[in-house]
């Protein structure tokens, strides 16, 4: 029993490092306001990842269409730096992603096109970005009451088509 409360640990971290990785690639697809797929310079396959911090509205859900559309605009077919720290319990990819140096998710939050992903109370990475986009009540926060992308799976679930 001892030592299984000590090996589970020690996976959990050499699962976690292994998944640590900084490259540069090209963003070859955007699936949604949070989610884009690169090819890594080195070669390989292509990588889906979930910018980090970050939770654009469902591609069905008022904004979301514009939050895809937002990030295409600004990564499609662009060269940009990858850094991913682990792969969560549903087993996607979250990396911080830089375009000539700034953080996308910062870009996305700061525009209105997605909240700052707080968990358990705290405001989560882009509380500053997400407080400037209410201010300036600009994209999702010009809304009166916009409706968060974690109450609306909730009240209706996922809407992505699965296509890719």
Known sequence: MILRCL???????????????????????????DTLWVQADRGGAAHKLRL????????????????????????LHRRVAVNVSYVDRYGRRPATVRLDGADLAAQ????GHAWSDGWRGRPG???????????ARVGVFAANRPESPRAFRKRHGSCHTGTR
């Open 108 to 111: 996305m939050v700061r525009a």
């Open 52 to 75: 980090t911090g970050i939770d654009a509205p469902e591609i069905c859900q008022h904004g979301g269409k514009a939050a895809r559309d937002f990030l295409t605009q600004l990564a």
């Open 7 to 33: 090996t589970l640990p020690v996976l959990c971290l050499a699962f976690s490092a292994q998944a640590r990785e900084a490259f540069d690639a090209q963003v070859t697809y955007v699936t949604d306001g």
């Open 125 to 135: 990475l882009y509380a500053a970005e997400e407080a400037y986009a209410r201010q």
